[in-house]
């Protein structure tokens, strides 16, 4: 091989792009009318947007199915890193235990490499998908799927 073939070769390779993990996110809904679009107007603003957004929405008597359901559907999001694109779902899955919303989201999010699960009143901070992902990809350690749960009050960056 010359030089110049293997120059254009390795430029080639710098050109493909590294592998983009998977990153389901599931948010637990219960009466957070009041919250729920700001939650998911958080993620829209994320410098690494989950590919997919599921609201699992469980014991509300408010409208919190309402509102979400105004944000479902195709997103395509302009960030720093580019374009990016998500989709949200609205799941009102009646009255369950909140253990039952969590399990019901995540077989939602089966086959994805990450899964994201926030409280639906939890506005998260720009960098935190980016920082969380940055981190399990980082890890050897991390097996086939990372959890990381940000709680009431944790949306701070991480």
Do not use: W
């Not at 070769?9 to 009041?34: K, M, N, Q, S, Y």
């Not at 994201?116 to 940055?134: C, H, P, W, Y």
């Not at 940000?150 to 991480?158: A, E, K």
């Amino acid at each position: 091989m010359t030089a110049t073939a293997r120059t254009t070769a390795e430029t080639a390779l710098d050109r493909v792009p590294a592998h983009r993990a998977t990153i389901g996110c599931v948010i637990v809904a219960c009466d957070v009318a009041e919250s729920i679009a700001g939650v998911l107007d958080s993620l829209f603003r994320q410098t690494r947007v989950p590919d997919v957004i599921h609201v699992v929405v469980s014991n509300t008597s408010d409208a919190t199915v309402e509102i979400a359901s105004r944000h479902a559907g195709r997103r395509d999001v302009v960030t720093a890193r580019g374009r990016q694109v998500t989709e949200v779902f609205v799941h009102d899955i009646g009255q369950k235990p909140e253990a039952g919303a969590l399990d019901y989201g995540c077989t939602l999010v089966e086959g994805y490499d990450y899964l994201l699960g926030i409280d639906g009143d939890t506005v998260v901070g720009e960098r935190a998908t980016e920082n969380l992902e940055s981190e399990a990809m980082s890890d050897t350690q991390t097996l086939s799927m990372f959890f990381k749960l940000i709680r009431h009050g944790g949306g701070c960056d991480i």
